[in-house]
Each structure stands twice: as structure tokens, then as C-alpha cells.
């Protein structure tokens, strides 16, 4: 479904006319210098020729395309990922179906359940017991996260859920929706408690404040709102994306919301309004704009690390970057996966990093060179 909706996301058409006109301009160029005559210079000024560079330049920022793991699974795109509270496991999912729970050292598979048609996110709880995932459904499916075997099964009341997220105390999820609904639901029960429908387009992702007072939505309708997460009361809405919001993380300081743009598809024609916007969560002025991933490059995922100090965020460029969520200087760029980096997740003591990706792998690598 994501590359359906990624289709003439390269810019070809416009890079050969620009390679028309800068051979134009070398001709142009070559004509001028055959018809004049000049001076002849003097052998004694002639200037001497510059000796050829022998060596590359340097990087203006640490490459890493090592991994640590790569987990190979599943057999389809792996839509989303979430680690374990303790960072010893990770769950994913995937286009093929499954969740998979799988050791982060060893890259062991330790269970898979086969949940839906399409497994398009996982979310794993706070406290560690039980792992949510939904897809094209639209059901919820808890599973136990010691054996991967089905507790529940919950309707998130739409055609199919995009996002999906646990309370910090664990007593609730909200479901985005491609209806344009998030549906918050009794974790214990799956009666549904609250249905927000503040938005006009599918929501793409859900994100807790860390006190659990307020939810943010990220839409297709380019918005990004926040409400209160007892009654419903919109609070903000951040217009400031200019195309459909694709991505979204809450900093666990609370201070600041990270959301990702994509405009690809029958969404939005415009490929330059592809970005990540740092911003206030309580007065939503934009603090930073991060284009690190290029025009023409959705962003699919972002992440904080555990200190609020930086973010990781991946994308149509099949490159994952960390980067200062103050300056949006690029801190580190990851070149290990060959497709779409689809989601991404800092381990909860901030050393790794898990990225998967439309090249049906999941990889863990190390956020520092």
C-alpha cells in the first residue's frame, strides 16, 4: 500500500532537463571559446598545473552501514517495530501478515502470530506483558509478550488502523484510523471509551504525552492535533507541515512534538514539503525544520532518544539520520537498508537504534560511530 502511494516520488523528469540545459550551456560555452583568439601568454608566466587531489574529502558527518543485527523474519515489508521495555527484545511488524518477537542480541526469533491480512503496526506496553497490532482489519489483537499467544482481539472502528499506542500507565490504546478517527479503548476490555474526530483525512500515527493527560493525531489532512485525552477538547492544531503528517513522536521530557511529512501520491503533488518539524507542544511554535532526507523524500518514522537530546528519522530515501533536535544539524546517517526505511525506535538506554524497511528487514545499529 505505501509504494502505491509512493509512485512518481523521484524527480527523473525534472533532473534530465536540467541535464538539457547545462549541455546547452557547454556548447554555448565551446563556441565562444573557438571563435576568439587569445594573447599568447609568455612561458615564463605561464602558471604551473594544480596537482590532482589524492584523497576523498571528508564527510560532513559519521557514516554508519554496519549493523549490529538484521533480523530477515519476515517475508514482507516490516511496517513497524517497538523494543521491549528492558530493550532485550523487539517486536515487528509486517505486509506479510505477523508479528514477530525476536531476541535483540542474538537476532533469534523467539514467537510469531499470524494477527491479519496486513500487519501495518505493533506497539509494545509499558510495563512489559502485552504487545498490541493492528492492520487492515481494523481489529486490535493483544498478545501475551512472553509467548505471543492471543488475549484479546478489539475492534479499533475503522476499515483499517495506521497508528497505535499504549497509555504510559497502561490502562488505555489509541487507535488512528483511516477514517479520520482515533478511538481510545479500555486496554483491559476493548470497550471503547472516547472517539476523537477532529480530522477530515486518515490518521497516519498516535502518540501519548508522557504525564498521559494529552494525545497527538497525525493526519493525512496535513495537521497534527492535540487533545485532551479525557474529554476529547482539542487543544492545538499545528498546521505547520504543508502536507500530509506521516510521522510523530512526543519527547519524554514533554516538552516538544517531532512530526514527519510525506507529500507523495494523490495526497499532495508538491514533493518539497517533505520535512520533520520540532516543535512547542503546548503553544505549537515551530522551534526547527529538518530536511536531511531531501525534496522528494517522505518521512515515515521518528523517534526520540531517551534523553530528549536527539532524534532519529527515516524515510523515502532509504537512509535513517540522527540529528539535534535544537539546531537540525545531521549527526549520523545509517546506509544499511536498501529500500524505504519505514520505522524506526531508540533502545530505552539510548545506545542502538532498530530501523525496518520495505526491504524486509529489520536492523539494529549503534548511534554513535
Same mark, same amino acid.
Request: with cysteine; net charge neutral; aromatic share 8%.
Given at each position: ?13 525534472? /533532473? ?8 546547452? /550551456?557547454?556548447?554555448?560555452? *565551446?563556441?565562444? $571559446? #573557438? ?14 598545473? &594544480? ?40 517486536? &515487528? ?16 526469533? *523467539?514467537?510469531?502470530?499470524? =494477527? ?9 506496553? @509499558? ?14 489483537? =493483544? %498478545? ?19 497508528? /497505535? ?7 488505555? %490504546? ?10 481510545? %479503548? ?12 477532529? @480530522? ?6 498516535? &502518540? !501519548? ?38 510521522? *510523530? ?8 512534538? #517531532? ?6 501520491? @494523490? ?11 520540532? !516543535?512547542? #507542544? ?15 523524500? #517522505? ?16 524515510? $523515502?530515501?532509504? =537512509? ?10 545531521? %549527526?549520523?546517517?545509517?546506509?544499511? @537498508? ?5 520505522? =524506526? $525506535? ?24
Amino acid at each position: 500500500m505505501r509504494r502505491s502511494v509512493l509512485q512518481g516520488m523521484t524527480g527523473f523528469g525534472k /533532473l534530465l532537463a536540467r541535464r538539457e540545459q547545462y549541455f546547452a /550551456l557547454c556548447c554555448l560555452l *565551446l563556441l565562444l $571559446a #573557438a571563435c576568439s583568439t587569445p594573447s599568447p601568454v609568455p612561458a615564463s608566466a605561464a602558471t604551473p598545473p &594544480t596537482p590532482k587531489a589524492t584523497s576523498s574529502p571528508t564527510p560532513a558527518f559519521p557514516t554508519n552501514s554496519t549493523p549490529l543485527i538484521t533480523y530477515k523474519g519476515q517475508s514482507n515489508n516490516v511496517t513497524a517495530l517497538s523494543w521491549s521495555p528492558d530493550g532485550k527484545r523487539i517486536a &515487528t511488524s509486517s505486509d506479510d501478515g505477523s508479528v514477530h518477537v525476536w531476541d535483540a542480541k542474538s537476532g533469534n526469533t *523467539l514467537w510469531q502470530a499470524d =494477527i491479519e491480512r496486513y500487519a501495518f503496526v505493533v506497539a509494545w506496553s @509499558h510495563d512489559g506483558k502485552k504487545i498490541a497490532g493492528a492492520g487492515f482489519s481494523g481489529s486490535i489483537t =493483544i %498478545l501475551d509478550a512472553a509467548t505471543g499467544h492471543k488475549l484479546a482481539q478489539y475492534h479499533g472502528g475503522s476499515s483499517f488502523t495506521l497508528g /497505535l499506542a499504549w497509555s504510559p500507565d497502561n490502562t488505555l %490504546l489509541a487507535a488512528g484510523n483511516d477514517d479520520g478517527t482515533v478511538a481510545i %479503548l479500555d486496554a483491559a476490555t476493548g470497550k471503547q471509551v472516547l472517539l476523537y474526530k477532529g @480530522h477530515t483525512d486518515s490518521v497516519a500515527q498516535v &502518540t !501519548w504525552s508522557p504525564d498521559s493527560k494529552r494525545i497527538a493525531s497525525a493526519s493525512y489532512d496535513k495537521t497534527v492535533q492535540v487533545w485532551d485525552a479525557r474529554t476529547g477538547k482539542k487543544l492545538l492544531t499545528y498546521n505547520g507541515q504543508g502536507g500530509p503528517v506521516w510521522s *510523530l513522536a512526543w519527547s519524554p521530557d514533554g516538552k516538544y512534538i #517531532a512530526s514527519g511529512t510525506g507529500a507523495q501520491g @494523490h495526497h499532495s503533488p508538491d514533493p518539497t514539503n517533505n520535512s520533520v518539524k520540532v !516543535w512547542d #507542544a503546548t503553544t505549537g511554535e515551530t522551534i526547527v525544520t529538518y530536511k536531511g532526507h531531501g525534496d522528494g523524500n #517522505a518521512v515515515f518514522s521518528v523517534s526520540w532518544s531517551p534523553d530528549s537530546k536527539r532524534i532519529a528519522s527515516g524515510g $523515502a530515501d532509504k =537512509i535513517a539520520r540522527v540529528w539535534d533536535p535544537i539546531t537540525g544539524k545531521t %549527526l549520523l546517517q545509517y546506509t544499511g @537498508h536498501s529500500d524505504l526505511v519505514l520505522a =524506526i $525506535a531508540w533502545s530505552p538506554d539510548g545506545k542502538y537504534i532498530a530501523s525496518s524497511s520495505a526491504d524486509y528487514t529489520a536492523q539494529i545499529w549503534q548511534t554513535q560511530t
